[in-house]
């Protein structure tokens, strides 16, 4: 069965902090990591990872992916009061025959951000 | 604006009730999926479609059911047969592989 770890589930910070959100797997023919952030209601794509070192970057957001380690981090440099949301991470794996494959998600990490 | 309708944002359902959440999308979008999250959980897969008239089941299918008639449509039972339908139900879209879902905002159904 294909998981995804994410930790902490939950962190505290003050703006202008840098935080680090981790996110470990386990799935059978991996495609792809995705990191999300939700604030309300729907998640909102932030990244999608497929290749092991090469950090994709977003303003003060920045993720790296290691397939060998099976892991990937978000990082967020300078905190915001508006980066406080729920950060997900997921994987895509194939599933099956099928040419789409599915979403495995973690838990999610709860940030807040205090002024 | 393209994107993904989800109707209705929240619902009441009495025990024993079969309920239909609609999900509509103008994304020409090809797949499609129905997520259910819970307190404290990552969201967890229902079903997904990857072409009109197919679909296929996730991780926690039981208890519910879904029809990809028209591919911008797809709407999801919950039927009686959900033991803990209480939770709230995220809808997807994809264009294809390689690229991040679209996520509609969602539907929170409380079981009363």
């Known amino acids: 069965e294909d998981k995804v770890v994410q930790s902490p589930l939950s962190l505290v910070v003050h703006e202008g902090d840098t935080v680090t959100l981790n996110c470990s797997y386990e799935v059978t023919n991996f495609r792809s990591l995705l990191w999300y952030k939700q604030e309300k209601k729907a998640p909102t794509f932030l990244f999608m990872l497929?290749?092991?070192?090469i950090e994709k970057k977003s303003g003060r957001l920045s993720s790296i992916l290691d397939k060998k380690e099976l892991f990937s981090i978000l990082n967020i440099t300078a905190t915001q009061t508006g980066d406080s949301a729920v950060y997900l991470c997921?994987?895509?794996?194939?599933?099956?025959?099928?040419?789409?494959?599915?979403?495995?998600f973690g838990q999610g990490t709860i940030l807040t951000v205090h002024p | 604006d393209g994107g993904i309708t989800q109707s209705p944002k929240y619902l009441f359902r009495k025990e024993g009730q079969n309920v239909t959440l609609s999900c509509e999308q103008n994304?020409?979008?090809?797949?499609m999926y129905w997520y259910r999250q819970d307190p404290g959980q990552g969201l967890r897969l229902i079903y997904y479609?990857?072409?009109?008239?197919?679909?296929q089941k996730g991780d926690i299918a039981e208890g519910y059911s879904v029809s990809r008639e028209k591919k911008e449509s797809f709407p999801l039972t919950v039927t009686s047969a959900q033991k803990n339908p209480t939770a709230f139900y995220l809808c997807?879209?994809?264009?294809?592989?390689?690229?991040?879902?679209?996520f509609g905002s969602g539907t929170r159904l409380t079981v009363v």
């Open positions: 479609s990857q072409i009109v008239n197919d679909f």
């Open positions: 997807a879209s994809r264009p294809g592989t390689g690229s991040g879902y679209t």
């Open positions: 994304l020409n979008h090809d797949a």
């Open positions: 497929t290749s092991s070192g």
């Open positions: 997921a994987v895509e794996a194939n599933a099956g025959g099928t040419s789409y494959g599915k979403l495995t």
